[in-house]
């Protein structure tokens, strides 16, 4: 099994930055891939980016140019790294791991963007 753990959300104006961290109870590049996604009120769970174990990168539309997705093998975690936030970010974010074919989740971390 693998334990997800976020953090770094919270309250942050339009255009702020943030930056999410999800450190794993095991090595990173023994998960065949790690992403974050975010759910909104009202609506369903998606795709924000991730990263594979041999470092190819994946942006969903709305966050290419803003987000960057990157890692630190010797802390087992994975950075979501969030600029120009616009209040359409607001959600709730997840970190997501895929390892030997079972996917693991975080509990989530709250980002609001508000003014």
């Known amino acids: 099994q693998v334990q997800l753990v976020e953090s770094g959300g919270g309250l942050v104006q339009p255009g702020g930055s943030l930056r999410l961290s999800c450190t794993a109870s095991?090595?990173?590049?023994?998960?065949?891939?790690m992403g974050w996604y975010r759910q909104a009120p009202g609506e369903q769970r998606e795709l924000v980016t991730t990263?594979?174990?041999?470092?190819?990168?994946n942006y969903a539309d709305s966050t290419k140019g803003r987000f960057t997705i990157s890692r630190d093998s010797a802390k087992n975690s994975v950075y979501l790294q969030m600029n120009n936030l616009e209040p359409e970010d607001t959600a709730v974010y997840y970190c997501?791991?895929?390892?030997?074919?079972?996917?693991?989740w975080g509990q989530g971390t709250q980002v609001t963007v508000s003014s």
């Open positions: 095991t090595s990173i590049f023994s998960i065949d891939m």
């Open positions: 990263i594979t174990s041999g470092g190819n990168r």
């Open positions: 997501n791991a895929r390892y030997r074919f079972v996917e693991y």
